[in-house]
Nanobody, 124 residues
């Protein structure tokens, strides 16, 4: 069974950067597409971005384009979310999730394994 653990969250000022990690155990992450989702307080979980199994293809939400980058290091069983120029509206719990897909799934229902989340707070 695939087990995912996120790390790297924290509290930062607007304009700062953070790099989140999603580390897998139990199975190799290279056989899964991996997505990142954000859940603001009291709101639904929103799609942030996703990366294909190979790492050659990524897709991002409009709010993330140009500021966020997803990458993966399959040999380390880890996927990363680099977030630059953070804004207060980026605040929320960030989850990584894995999907048995050859593409770049966007829908939360396509992902079958989820981490426990890591809190990101952007505040002045």
């Amino acid at each position: 069974q695939l087990h995912l653990v996120e790390s790297g969250g924290g509290m930062v000022h607007p304009g700062a950067s953070l790099k989140l990690s999603c580390t897998a155990s139990g199975r190799t992450i290279s056989t899964y597409a991996v997505g990142w989702f954000r859940q603001p307080p009291g709101q639904a979980r929103d799609f942030v971005g996703t990366i294909s199994r190979s790492g050659l293809t990524t897709s991002y939400a409009r709010s993330a384009q140009g500021r966020f980058t997803i990458s993966r290091h399959n040999a380390e069983n880890t996927v990363y979310l680099q977030m630059n120029n953070l804004k207060p509206e980026d605040t929320g719990v960030y989850y990584c999730a894995a999907a048995d897909s050859t593409g770049t799934p966007l829908d939360v229902d396509e992902f079958t394994s989820w981490g426990q989340g890591t809190q990101v707070t952007v505040t002045s």
